[in-house]
C-alpha cells in the first residue's frame, strides 16, 4: 500500500510544483494531507518522512522542483512533524 501512497504523492506533489495556479490545487493539497494521515496510522513520524524524503529527491533529481515547502501540509498531523 505504501508503493501507492508514494507514488500518489509523487504526481500530487509534481502536479503542484509544476502548476501552483491550477484550479485543482486545493483538492490536491487535501489529498496530499490525506496520505499524510494515512501514512501516519500506519507507520508514524518515521515513515512520513522517509517517504516525504524519498519524493523530495526523486522531484528535485526528475523535474528540478523544490517539494519541501510541501512539508507544511502535514504540520497538522503529529506533533513531532514541524516543518
Known amino acids: 500500500m505504501d508503493a501507492y501512497l508514494e507514488e500518489e504523492l509523487y504526481d500530487l506533489l509534481t502536479h503542484c510544483a509544476q502548476n501552483p495556479d491550477a484550479s485543482d490545487f486545493e483538492s490536491k493539497k487535501q489529498r496530499v494531507e490525506e ?20 519524493i523530495e529527491f526523486r522531484i528535485k533529481e526528475e523535474i528540478g522542483k523544490d517539494a519541501k515547502p510541501y512539508r507544511l501540509w502535514w504540520n497538522n498531523i503529529s506533533g513531532e512533524w514541524k516543518y
Not at 496520505?35 to 524519498?54: C, K, L, Q, W
Open 35 to 54: 496520505i499524510g494521515r494515512e501514512v501516519y496510522a500506519d507507520g508514524g513520524t518515521d515513515a512520513m518522512e522517509n517517504m516525504f524524503y524519498s
